[in-house]
């Protein structure tokens, strides 16, 4: 059974930093490339990150873009999105997603529980 | 501002048939990219309901289909129930903007 796992959100000052993780297991982690998508309180989705399977490629949205970083750890099957220069408009549920293929394009076919980042002074 | 756009509510009694549409352009469905459709239950993560314009993963009732023409795709739900309550997502590829793109969201209510 595939499962995602998100931690590490909390509460964070504007301006600070927070790293949240996502924990994979019941695939074939390296296969798969993953992203993060966030949600903002009582608004839609937005997509903010992906890293390829092999680490080698990533993504951002230009919202996060020279804030953010994404990384994976194949040791834990385990990906991480790093936030640095934290804004109120970062504060959401960052949900952790597995990437799959499609004929034309992508889409994300399991996602984890969220983990809630509040930037707040 | 959303790329791909979508009616904000939608509402329908049990047992009755509805549709929501999600359009988008030259750059992304009309591109030829895939539409894909994920159900958000209150309080819940989004779970993927459609992929590939008109696939249903396994565990999906056949009362959900989807839809997809020139710009623009579409959701079925036949034979609605109260637990098909939710918001639901359009998503798809732009070639222009280089990422995936989400639809504002529908809010179903029954």
């Known amino acids: 059974e595939v499962q995602l796992l998100e931690s590490g959100g909390a509460l964070v000052q504007p301006g600070g930093s927070l790293r949240v993780s996502c924990a994979a297991s019941?695939?074939?982690?390296?296969?798969?490339?993953m992203s993060w998508v966030r949600q903002a309180p009582g608004k839609g989705l937005e997509w903010v990150s992906t890293?390829?399977?092999?680490?080698?490629?990533?993504h951002f949205a230009d919202s996060v873009k020279g804030r953010f970083t994404i990384s994976r750890d194949s040791s834990k099957n385990t990906v991480y999105l790093q936030m640095n220069s934290l804004r109120a408009e970062d504060t959401a549920l960052y949900y952790c997603?597995?990437?799959?293929?499609?004929?034309?394009?992508?889409?994300?076919?399991?996602w984890g529980q969220g983990t809630l980042v509040t930037v707040s002074s | 501002q959303s790329v791909l756009t979508q009616p904000p509510s939608v509402s329908g009694a049990p047992g009755q048939r509805v549709t929501m549409s999600c359009t988008g352009n030259r750059s992304n469905i009309g591109a030829g990219y895939d539409v894909h459709w994920y159900q958000q239950l209150p309080g819940t993560a989004p779970k993927v309901l459609i992929y590939?314009?008109?696939n249903r993963p396994s565990g999906v009732p056949d009362r959900f289909s989807g839809a997809k023409s020139g710009t623009s795709g579409s959701l079925a739900i036949t034979g609605l129930q109260t637990e098909d309550e939710a918001d639901y997502y359009c998503q798809s590829y732009d070639s222009t903007l280089s990422r995936v793109v989400f639809g504002g969201g529908t809010k179903l209510t029954v």
């Open positions: 019941g695939f074939t982690f390296g296969s798969y490339a």
């Open positions: 590939g314009n008109t």
């Open positions: 997603a597995r990437r799959n293929s499609a004929m034309m394009g992508f889409f994300f076919d399991y």
């Open positions: 890293i390829s399977g092999g680490g080698g490629s990533t």
